[in-house]
């Protein structure tokens, strides 16, 4: 008997959570919320999901980026899957080091001036937030896809079933 694979979505948008939850619990996942990055990360820690699925700007304008951060920084929670929910444009590229894109992207003149850069490779799937915090500071992580907000069952679905329902190789 398989087990019934965890899901943690942390967001501060009560309707987009309970959306998000019928859409997983329809499909049999079992799914948690959080509403800020501190809930978030405590029910994590507790649970160990299989996914999390992180809103951007809850309490702060980063505040997601900012937990996903500290999930890739832990090393008991690096290798979890996360999705980041947003409505912010995705950049693409067809380069397997998304940060060397994301790095050129910042550099060129047309994306200099954005706080955030979210870039996916099309082929690898890589994907990663750069991002210049509060004071300023460039910020990197890698997260495993991204889904735009309003989200669809038609896009979230194959992303959750592509990160969870294959074995991870390492």
Do not use: C
């Amino acid at each position: 008997m398989e087990m019934t694979k965890k899901i943690v979505i942390v967001d501060d948008d009560i309707d987009i959570i309970t959306v998000v939850e019928s859409i997983l619990k329809a499909k049999g996942y079992q799914v948690f919320s959080a509403n800020d990055k501190t809930e978030g990360l405590e029910l994590i820690r507790n649970i160990k999901p299989d996914l999390a699925i992180l809103d951007v700007m809850m309490t702060t304008h980063f505040e997601g980026f900012e937990l996903a951060k500290e999930l890739d920084n832990d090393d008991n929670l690096k290798e979890m899957p996360v999705i980041i929910q947003t409505s912010i444009d995705v950049l693409t590229t067809t380069k397997p080091s998304v940060q060397a894109m994301a790095r050129e992207f910042r550099n060129s003149d047309e994306y200099s001036d954005l706080r955030v850069i979210l870039v996916k490779d099309m082929i690898s799937g890589n994907a990663g937030v750069d991002y210049l915090d509060e004071q300023g500071n460039n910020v990197w992580f890698p997260v495993n896809a991204f889904v735009r907000k309003p989200v669809s069952a038609d896009i979230l679905l194959p992303e959750v079933a592509r990160l969870v329902e294959q074995p991870v190789v390492q």
